[in-house]
């Protein structure tokens, strides 16, 4: 491991770790300052990373795009939601523009695809559509009709992982991105059970496993490109 390489990992790390440190003591002002680092530094480690050769493959900029404007999200989303619904509306399209970069990343890669892992992925994505749809539509409240559609960027990215499994690319490192997107779901769907007044978890669950699932789906990412 180069100096780079140590120095990107203990940033990532340490912003990490002040981030989810000031969401347990509520400290707002320091979380305030440390979320918007969390993807930047990622995207250094990602770059750091990368083997030898990749930087000039497999559409490079969609990964910088992807954690780009995942940081626009995350910027907006530090807004409180009742006094500006609209910042929320604005995090939720940066997130959905990011998702929609992960998974053209996973579809165009160099790494081998398999059209019957995208499909039975596509059942399963349809699934938790329907799981989602009855969590958020026919509960007890009705939800924003904005929620729904931008559940799709996440299927997307979910399906796209998918069809690499077992084709060019080792098992491990495409399970590694698909728990990444699965954890990473299961965090927006907190916010969104939040956002209907059916809150789930707090800040800390939603933060950590959002944190965690980006860091797999990346680690996943490198890799794939290792083979």
């Given amino acids: ?15 990490v770790a002040l981030c989810l440190f000031n969401i347990k003591r509520k400290n707002s002002r320091v979380y305030t300052a440390t979320k918007p680092f969390l993807m930047p530094l990622l995207l250094a480690v990602y770059l750091l990373f990368l083997p030898e050769g990749a ?35 604005l995090g939720m399209l940066c997130f959905f523009v990011g998702h929609i970069s992960y998974a053209l990343w996973f579809a165009k890669a160099d790494i081998g695809h398999s059209a019957k892992a995208a499909v039975v992925a596509v059942f399963v994505a349809l699934a938790f559509q329907y799981m989602i749809f009855r969590q958020l539509v026919l509960g007890p409240r009705k939800y924003a009709p904005k929620l729904m559609p931008y559940t799709f960027g996440l299927m997307a990215v979910f399906v796209s992982i998918a069809s690499t499994l077992g084709h060019g690319s080792p098992v491990y490192a495409t399970l590694l991105s698909l728990v990444g997107i699965a954890l990473f779901t299961f965090s927006d769907f907190c916010i969104m059970r939040r956002m209907v007044r059916l809150p789930l978890f707090g800040q800390m669950t939603v933060m950590s496993t959002y944190i965690l699932g980006q860091s797999l789906i990346i680690a996943g990412m490198l890799l794939m490109q290792k083979v």
Avoid: C, E, W
């Fill in 1 to 15: 491991m180069s100096m780079k390489q140590a120095i990107a990992l203990l940033l990532y790390a340490f912003d």
């Fill in 55 to 89: 930087m000039g493959r497999n559409s490079q900029i969609l990964v910088v795009l992807a954690l780009g404007f995942h940081t626009l999200g995350d910027i907006f989303l530090l807004f409180p939601r009742n006094r500006s619904r609209q910042m929320f509306y």
